[in-house]
């Protein structure tokens, strides 16, 4: 008798049932994961988070495309749906849009950026004066320099990398998803003539959660708290790599410490570089335009320096997470202060840096140098030797080699990390009198197209490779000046200095690789026949530390051959003598490293031109002296973490209403309680429902 009512109720709700499931598959239909996407992750260091992250099961916001900074009254005040998801285009990234978002953070529910292939005019999400707390000028080290007090050297920096945003933000490319998710926001939001748009609303939801918070030393205190969990699950890795360094006289790896009589010049360079989005820094003026001219540099010299040996050793230094409050600089001169390097910093002659190079006004690079060591006299005329022997090494080439001129600090570089330990002659190259020429520094837009790299139209993947662009020849007139100067610092015979030039075609080839495809038969001639490469360029953020060499991140590893085979030797050793140099007679792993490569592409048949090189380079650990200390607070040393996640995605697809949803909730919660209802009903009254069904088996006996 009970059984009729909730028979009623059932269909009623079924049919309640019917009509939502009928909307929610026109949902599915317009379900996408979007797939080009970059979040942007969080960091910690030693005081702070930065970065950005979602709540654990991603947040959902009606998506709202943002026409102007005015048009953020609809998602922040006016709109009727919140949360909403803004979406804009990358003109709009701007401090001011990004504060208001973070400030009215309850109405929004994330962001996304388009990224355009055009450039905007600038753009720099670093603050104005990077590395600031960690450089050599502080309130002990020439206090009127500090926090760039004197130049500012990036004045166009916003900030917004270092900021920290309690929603997700990802970037999208502009492309056919982006244009998907527009359509939708045309087809289902958009305000028109002031009506309110109407139920379904098209919405997107950000994946981002991010396990660390508060700072490195929480996160690290948690790591450890785990060790002895059932579940190991860390929290936060340190930021870190390998630095990549060379030396035209080789070393012994196994003495480490001072070395008597050993005077050696440093040629430096950094590597890495950052940008807003986790990993799509590019770096091209920031990091590359110096580093392919140190490697060219030490090309250049590497017949004459065989030939007519300086009296000084010559060290290429490539440095790795030197963004991030320079992590590989501090960390070999902390190597070099502990004796863990086969040189100490009283072996250390002087240094040149090679920074920012790529643009230059008409002729001039600039020498800078340290005021503050310039005040001891002895260093000052080891300074100057070093500005003569730079400024004299210019002939038949387009480059003038000026001094800044006014009494101003050095830009951000390693030195500072060296002079934080010992004063040290050094000078910084740089295109920049004062603040940087680079208008994208540390932002995405740091690109080929900053150098100006443009092939002709017609011209095929393998013809680019080898068109010597302007850019190539610029960089090669300073690799040239870098390189006799090297030869001249190091004590080298003057007679020769005028045969040292770099080869634009190298630097070319270094430039098509590093900033347009990697995935280049000239790239692929000088690496392991196993390694892969991307059809683009590699990627320049430092990511988190591997203790293991073998995990070095690509960007290291294609210096490190590239050193290799510039500064080395092609021997004719098997591909197991070259794994086990130490068997013959005259080669030594404790002298030389040992790369085999894959050698250039055969014309011919299946014959391969692999080949084993000798070369006096190696990678050296780039982990921040702070974690082998546990000094995870320390001021000195970089504290850089990046926070672990266990999933990333971005979807989109429509909303029904809230209110809506309650019914559909409602009614889902009513049929629970009626089926429950049902189910007590017939296990009361089983023995009357199946009595019939008992009996027979009860009329067996
Ligand atoms: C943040 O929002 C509050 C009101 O919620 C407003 O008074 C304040 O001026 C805003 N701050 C900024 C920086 O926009
Ligand atoms: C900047 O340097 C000038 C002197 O060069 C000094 O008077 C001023 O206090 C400094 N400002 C800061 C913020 O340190
Ligand atoms: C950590 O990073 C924040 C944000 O950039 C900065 O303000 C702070 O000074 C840094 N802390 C240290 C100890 O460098
Ligand atoms: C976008 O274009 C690519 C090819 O260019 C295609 O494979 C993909 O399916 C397209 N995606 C959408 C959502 O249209
Ligand atoms: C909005 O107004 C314009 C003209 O003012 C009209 O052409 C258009 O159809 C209107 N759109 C809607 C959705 O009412
Ligand atoms: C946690 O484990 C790692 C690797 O197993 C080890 O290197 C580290 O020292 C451990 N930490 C502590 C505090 O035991
Ligand atoms: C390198 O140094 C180690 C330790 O001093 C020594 O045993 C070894 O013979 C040296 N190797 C060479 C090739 O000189
Ligand atoms: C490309 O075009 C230029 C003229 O625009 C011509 O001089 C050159 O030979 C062409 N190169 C090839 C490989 O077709
Ligand atoms: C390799 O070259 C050296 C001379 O450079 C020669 O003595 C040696 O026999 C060669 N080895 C092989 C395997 O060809
Ligand atoms: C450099 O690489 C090229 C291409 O693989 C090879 O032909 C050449 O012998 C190598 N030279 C050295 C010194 O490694
Ligand atoms: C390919 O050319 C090389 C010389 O360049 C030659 O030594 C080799 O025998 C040729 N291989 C075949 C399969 O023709
Ligand atoms: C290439 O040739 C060398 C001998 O010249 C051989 O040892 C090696 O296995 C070959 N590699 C491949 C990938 O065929």
Known sequence: MGLVPSKWVLMLLVCWLCKNVNSSSVAQKIYVVVKNTVPCVRLLNATHQIGCQSSISGDTGVIHVLESEADLEW?????????????????????????????????????????????????????????????????????????????????????????????????????????????????????????????????????????????????????????????PEMVCDPLGDFNVWGTIRPYNKSELGHRDNDSVVIAAARLDSRAFFWDVATGAEGSVSGFITLLAAAQALRDVTRESPPTHNILYAFFQGEAFDYIGSSRMVYDMEKGKFVIDLNNVHSLIEVGQVGLRNGSELFLHTDPVSRMNDSINDQVKKLVTNLQSSNAGMNVSLVEPGVSQPLPPSSLQRFLLAQNIPGVVLGDHRSAFNNKYYGSYYDNAANLNLHYPDNLTTEEQLEFVTETAMALSDVATVVARALYKQAGGNESQVNNINADPKTVTQMLFGFLVHANNSWFQARIPPDMKLEASPPNFYVGIASPLLAHAKTLTKIVQYLLANLTGTATNLTQDQCKKPDDLPDESEQMHSYFWIRGTFPTNGTANNTLCVRASVRMSQALSPAFDLREFASKTYSTWTESRWKFIEARMFLVASRDLEMLTLGVGVAVLFTSLLVTYFISIKADVLFSSVREPASAAY
């Not at 292939?117 to 020439?142: A, R």
């Open 75 to 231: 998602p922040l005040s006016k709109g009727p749906n919140p949360p909403y998801m803004v979406l804009l285009e990358s003109s709009l990234f701007t401090r001011s849009i990004m504060m208001k978002i973070k400030n009215a953070s309850s109405r929004v529910a994330g962001v996304a950026v388009v990224i355009p292939t055009m450039s905007p005019p600038e753009f720099s999400p670093h603050t104005t004066c990077p590395n600031e707390n960690t450089g050599v000028y502080s309130d002990s080290y020439g206090p009127d320099y500090a926090h760039c007090n004197t130049t500012v050297w990036n004045p166009r920096g916003n900030g917004l990398s270092y900021e920290e945003f309690d929603f997700p933000v990802f970037s999208l490319k502009e492309d056919n998803e982006t244009e998907t998710i527009k359509q939708c926001y045309v087809d289902h939001n958009l305000v028109e003539n002031g009506t309110t748009p109407q139920y379904p609303l098209c919405a997107l939801q950000l994946f981002s959660h991010m396990s660390a918070v508060t700072d490195t030393a929480t996160c690290m205190r948690r790591n450890d708290v785990i060790n002895f969990s059932i579940n």
